[in-house]
């Protein structure tokens, strides 16, 4: 008999990012099929036709496409994107350029990529063609998508391409793609991992706002940081690892699709899977007993994915096609960063690992697992709280950033160092961690008074909070931006170097290995930029029910929410009603989860208030949370609290 895995996989495998601290609270992201835009559109093709490919490497999952042309009009929305990426049968009407969004997952986060088109033809859309529409127009894309915009023209938008060809001339040279690509109107196959594809797969790009709207690209097989504003120069330049041109990436997708194909049921999956697993496989689901060896992890994962009573998903789920992360190409086996997201029978989303990776053995990509021997993730997180009184009025609003470094706690490990670049590529610190006293699973933040960060690992003033203290929350204001913009013009990973004293001195060998490099998920906008962040807005109505909202003890009933977005879109997932501010995830306050599709701008919660619960009254305190996570991956938390009382100046209610 298969032995049960539900003990040994942490509700993390599960949730990707985990927010805690900041009065976050714990939540599973589920994402669905769908869009911002619901209606449908019931053109077809024809010589005033559009169509085009939606892709950020691998085609983006459950995409739907929205059209607006030069005044702003709605052409189409709702428009479906194939499994292969592909979408057509757009008949144009108004007069161009056209404005397109295309929204979908990418992974299990997500997120919106934009294009432009000036008339009928082929107009592919991915981050590439984001890139392009900002710089054209020194706007942020999401902003392009209401009332008239006439910027984007043709000899914008070609000059906008020369800039971004200019500084992927190696990436492009190293895909075979020609030096005067077209990114929008040039061929793309989704999921191929060759020409414009690999191109995709071979850089990471993000927009954002910091002086202005920016780009920036990182290379995923070489090294560099590409940071772009419209109409000044380049800042860094991307390198392309000298081992890229040997190695193939076209086998991934063969592998996701076998992987796939083995999960149909418990006796394909322990007959296939241990086939297509790396001899060097490993999976620890940060638990100090990782199970070693291709064969050892399919039964974990055989195990874990028919443990359908407790945390697995049950047989007849399947792999979505990946997208790829960082590549590490020196050594005589290639190994690449993977997203490892599971389609499930309900057709929602669920990212099962962190920091999972592929290995070329010989000519064929195999699943390997933990790209790390220690589980170290690197998470952003996001917070906004809004508190109404007893009027409906919106009377105070609280924003919090923070990062949170996991760091798991081998055997050994007595002290980690986690810095990033700079713009110049040099070391910055962001903390040290230290073990504490006990059987912690991760390690802790070296603190002095009033938690503030240290910087000497030595300080007689040090001292650790507690076991599960992993979360550096940063200064409002000016004083958290250094970090954050670190991470825009040095790159989106840190360093975590391990020591096996307090003392940060003797360094801790890991697979020959004391220096690890591992990806941010996200990064939180600088502090003057926060207040533009895509925020929800709830309605009227939903305010007026959060106000007037009574539940007895030992009873049920439903609280329906709704909300809009002033700008932008963000993938929002899951929401929780709480009856006391002290509301973690065993509390008798929390009456209320519920996960839904990242589409949804709309949501009924069940609610449930225990006998020995808080009776809910219409004066009483009341919270409702929405949770999400950006395109990037950062965690994003938004609390909307109401307040018959005083609220004070720091936003608590009395």
């Known amino acids: ?13 599960l949730a990707g990012v985990s927010l805690v601290g900041l009065g976050f609270l714990a939540a599973c992201g589920g994402g669905g099929s769908g869009s911002p835009s619901s209606s449908t559109s019931g053109s077809h093709s024809s010589s005033s036709g559009l169509s085009g490919t939606v892709a950020v490497g691998a085609p983006m999952a459950d995409a739907v496409v929205r059209v607006l042309d030069s005044a702003g009009n709605v052409v189409a929305s709702g428009v479906q994107v194939n499994s292969s ?130 780009v920036q690209i990182t290379p995923r097989l070489g090294t560099g940081n590409l940071y772009l504003e419209s109409g000044s120069a380049p800042q860094g330049a991307l390198t392309v690892d000298s081992h890229a041109a040997s190695v193939s990436l076209t086998g991934i997708e063969t592998l996701f699709q076998n992987m796939s194909q083995a999960m149909v049921s418990d006796s394909a999956c322990r007959a296939n899977l241990p086939g297509l697993l790396a001899s060097t496989a490993s999976m620890s689901f940060d638990d100090p007993n990782a199970s070693q060896g291709a064969a050892n992890v399919a039964t974990l994962m055989c195990d874990f994915i028919g443990d359908s009573a407790h945390e697995g998903p049950g047989f007849g789920v399947s792999f979505v096609s990946p997208t790829l992360g960082r590549c590490d190409l020196s050594g005589t086996n290639p190994i690449c960063r993977v997203s490892f997201v599971l389609k499930m029978p309900d057709s929602s989303l669920k990212a099962i690992g962190e920091e999972m990776a592929v290995v070329r053995e010989g000519q064929t990509w195999k699943f390997k697992g933990d790209v790390n021997p220690i589980g170290i993730h690197a998470n952003a997180a ?59 699973q991760r390690l802790s933040v070296w603190r002095g008074a009033f938690g503030a960060l240290l910087t000497d690992p030595n300080d007689v003033s040090g001292q650790l909070r507690g076991s599960d203290d992993s979360q550096i929350q940063l200064p409002s204001g000016t004083a958290g931006d250094a970090a954050i913009t670190n991470f ?167």
């Open 85 to 214: 990426g592909a979408f057509s049968g757009v008949t144009l009407t108004g007069t161009g350029p056209y404005r397109i969004e295309a929204c979908g997952h990418a992974g299990d986060n997500y997120r919106c990529v934009y294009s432009v088109a000036q008339g009928a033809g082929v107009a592919n859309v991915t981050p590439l063609t984001t890139a392009a529409v900002l710089l054209a127009t020194g706007d942020s894309p999401e902003d392009l998508m209401s009332g008239p915009g006439t910027s984007l023209d043709a000899t914008s938008m070609a000059a906008a391409q020369t800039t971004l060809r200019t500084g992927l001339a190696a990436i492009l040279a190293d895909a075979g793609v020609p030096s005067n690509f077209d990114f929008i109107s040039g061929d793309l196959s989704a999921g191929t991992r060759t020409g414009y594809d690999r191109v995709l797969d071979s850089v990471g790009v993000t927009t954002g706002e910091a002086n202005a709207p920016f």
């Open 488 to 654: 825009y013009r040095g790159g989106r990973t840190v360093k975590v170097a391990l020591y096996s004293n307090a003392n940060c001195t003797g360094d801790l060998l890991l697979d020959g290995r004391s220096e690890f490099e591992v990806d941010m998920m996200g990064v939180p906008p600088l502090s003057d930029r926060i207040e533009g962040f895509p925020w929800p807005t709830l309605t009227a109505g939903t305010v007026n029910s959060l106000r007037s909202l009574t539940l007895a003890t030992d009873a049920s009933g439903t609280f329906n929410a709704s909300w809009t977005f002033a700008r932008g879109y963000t993938g929002l997932d899951s929401a929780a009603f709480c009856s006391d501010r002290q509301c973690g995830g065993q509390s008798n306050s929390r009456i209320g989860d519920v996960d839904f599709s990242a589409a949804a701008q709309s949501v009924s919660v069940p609610l449930n208030n225990p006998g020995n619960g808080i009776a809910v009254i219409a004066s009483g305190f009341k919270m409702l949370a929405l949770y999400g996570r950006t395109g990037e991956g950062m965690g994003v938390q938004n609390n909307f609290i109401y307040c018959s009382g005083t609220i004070d100046s720091f936003g608590q209610c009395h």
């Open 382 to 440: 996001l917070q906004r709280t809004q508190t109404f009184d007893s009027t409906g009025a919106l009377a105070f609003t609280e924003h919090s950033r923070a990062f949170q470094f996991d760091i798991q706690a081998v055997t050994g490990l007595q002290c980690a160092k986690v810095t990033q670049k700079d713009s110049n590529g040099a070391d910055v610190l962001l903390a040290y961690y230290k073990r504490y006293s006990g059987s912690p």
């Open 1 to 13: 008999m298969a032995k049960s895995v539900s003990k040994q996989v942490p509700q993390r495998w």
